[in-house]
């Protein structure tokens, strides 16, 4: 193990570019994990307020209620948290071109990074990530709050390492999905599977097989553990990208950005069977028209048969 790992602090970065960003980091910056830790306000001198309101002195009139409406309680941002693993000369590299690429595209109100010994790097998660509630009958729980009363009817994870916790909108669209429509016993194909949750849905609750396909090697050995954690024996079903030789499945989810959906069209068009359905998600409101164009115009694809948004993130489903 690393004596340190390098975190990268993210203050008010837009709501709309956080899973673009996200996805940034890991292709093109070596991050190894990113935490959402929007729930505390942090140092309000970093939301570049004026004096006043940063001491509260001299009262608050309209156009100051306007000013602490955007910059603090504003739902259109968020403060993310990158961590980096690695020799100290990469993530101190690595960290270094991420940060220049926020501040020089003007991202984020403010960023920081430091580093930190990696004793502390499970710490750091517990003290952000708690457990997940999807409806009332399934819940997603870290592994340190995993026991006997409720490990069978949740899914354990092991964060850390951001590739999927079920918090984000697309991850929790896809299981309300999943929970209420019936693939007992089908095959599934969990593509960009990252932590592996949705597929683990499958297997754990509906008796599926599925078959866990990903660009990240490091994201397949996050899924690996994470079947381990929920008593799922490993299939020789996990693949890298490359390595992948589709075949026909009942269920395909694409919970890829729009960009991958495109690029891999084929792939999961000729992955579906021929009564099978594609979950697509990973995917704003206003990418939703360009989706569906790209794919009903194959006329492979004959119509969507389901629609949810949640915050601006949206899932279809096409068959």
């Known amino acids: ?59 608050v009139d309209e156009n100051d209620g306007d000013i602490i409406n955007d910059k603090v309680f504003s739902s259109e941002k968020v403060n993310l948290e990158f961590y980096f693993e690695g020799k100290v ?26 580093m930190e010994r990696n004793s502390e790097w499970r710490d750091s998660y517990k003290e952000f990530f708690s457990s997940i509630k999807v409806g009332d009958d399934l819940e997603i729980i870290p592994s340190w709050e995993a026991d006997s009363s409720n490990k069978s009817n949740s899914i354990v994870i092991e964060p850390g390492l951001g590739f999927g916790t079920g918090s984000h909108e697309t991850t929790f669209l896809c299981l309300s999905f999943l929970k209420k429509n019936d693939q007992r016993r089908k095959s599934i194909l969990d593509l960009g599977c990252g932590s592996g949750i ?54 395909v989810i694409a919970n890829i950005l729009l960009p991958i959906l495109i690029e891999e069209r084929d792939v999961i068009i000729n992955a579906k069977a021929e009564n099978g359905l594609i979950i697509f ?8 028209a360009s989706l569906k164009e790209a794919y009903l115009k194959t006329g492979k694809i004959e119509k969507v048969i389901h629609f949810e948004e949640k915050n601006n993130w949206c899932c279809l489903v096409m068959k």
């Open 1 to 59: 193990m690393n004596g340190f790992y390098g975190v990268v602090s993210v203050v008010g970065l837009e709501l709309n570019l956080e899973q673009e960003l996200t996805q940034l980091s890991f292709d093109e910056f070596g991050c190894t994990g990113v935490q959402n830790t929007s729930s505390t306000f942090g140092d309000l001198e970093t939301l570049d307020l004026p004096d006043n309101l940063k001491t509260m002195s001299g009262g």
């Open 198 to 251: 949705l597929g683990i849905y499958t297997e754990k609750f509906k008796e599926c097989h599925c078959d866990y396909v990903d660009v990240d090697p490091d994201a397949l050995e996050n899924c690996r553990l994470n079947l381990k954690l929920n008593d799922i024996d490993e299939k020789n079903n996990l693949f890298l990208r490359d390595d992948f030789v589709p075949k026909k499945y009942d269920l």
């Open 281 to 288: 998600s990973g995917i704003l409101k206003d990418q939703v």
């Open 89 to 114: 000369e990469t993530l101190k590299k690595n960290m270094g071109l991420f940060v220049k690429f926020i501040e020089s595209n003007k991202l984020a109100l403010d960023v920081v990074e430091k």
